[in-house]
């Protein structure tokens, strides 16, 4: 058994899919729920009223999550299936020039140009459009669109999230709602931002404190407004 057999390798790039809509689900969750509850409660609404909003908020975030991500990614896969075909179409037609293509971008790497030609020929006699849509189109099955993994990864963390202030609203006492919702918010923050970057191999840190600053930048920005329209009416 060979040592790459031995030792296969796990990439972190292969998670950006899924990662990137389950983070973006999960820290919108947190927000705008919490933002919500923030800005209704510092209004001088009751406790029933700050709940009403908060689940309403997490029903519709979820639902405007889901088809964001789908309609979004939906036309990055319309655009790349209509590359692939363009592609497909031009190794039909004349295959001899997608070779020289193909060659030309080995070359172009730093790989010597009878090398290059041999590497592209045998490429494009095992799958030439997975090779083209690879090394010219920057197409793979990594990052390949996957709309309905992303709709449904955004919604059930979107839901995640909007859980989390909710639940504060319930067990905080009706005197110390927001600052609790508040605090507890941040706090959520700071852990998914500490989690996704772990999972993504990314910075912990500067991950942790983008992520809270942002947060509280809205949870401010909200209460604010509550407390506005609250002393007007």
């Known amino acids: 058994m060979s ?21 973006l689900g999960a820290n919108d969750g947190i927000i705008s729920t919490a ?4 800005g209704v409660a510092a209004a001088a609404a009751t406790r029933n009223d700050v709940l009403i909003a908060g689940v309403a908020g997490l029903v ?17 896969s319309d655009t790349e299936q209509a590359d692939l075909a ?15 293509e193909l060659a030309e971008i080995y070359i172009k790497r730093g790989v010597d140009k009878p090398l290059a030609r041999q590497v592209a020929e045998q490429l494009m006699a095992k799958d030439a459009l997975t090779a083209h849509a690879r090394d010219e189109l920057g197409i793979s099955e990594i990052t390949a669109a ?21 639940l504060m609203v319930i067990v905080s006492p009706g005197n110390a709602l927001v600052p609790v919702v508040s ?43 509550g407390k506005l329209f609250g002393t007007v009416v």
Not at 60 to 72: N, P
Not at 86 to 100: M, Q, T, V, Y
Not at 152 to 164: D, H, K, Q, R
């Open 183 to 225: 605090a507890a918010s941040l706090a959520f923050l700071a852990v998914l931002g500490a989690i996704g970057a772990t999972a993504g191999g990314a910075n912990i840190l500067r991950a942790t404190i983008r992520v809270t600053f942002w947060g509280a930048f809205a949870l401010s920005l909200t209460a604010g407004i």
């Open 86 to 100: 363009r592609e497909r179409k031009e190794l039909s037609e004349n295959p001899a020039f997608e070779l020289d």
């Open 3 to 23: 040592r790459l057999h031995a030792h296969p390798e796990s990439h972190l790039v292969g998670r950006i899919g899924w990662l990137r809509a389950a983070v």
């Open 35 to 38: 933002s919500l509850i923030v």
């Open 60 to 76: 519709a975030g979820a639902m405007s999550m889901a088809a964001g991500e789908y309609v979004s990614v939906s036309s990055q």
């Open 146 to 166: 996957r709309p309905v993994q992303a709709a449904l990864a955004s919604a059930a963390m979107f839901a995640v999230g909007a859980a989390m202030p909710l």
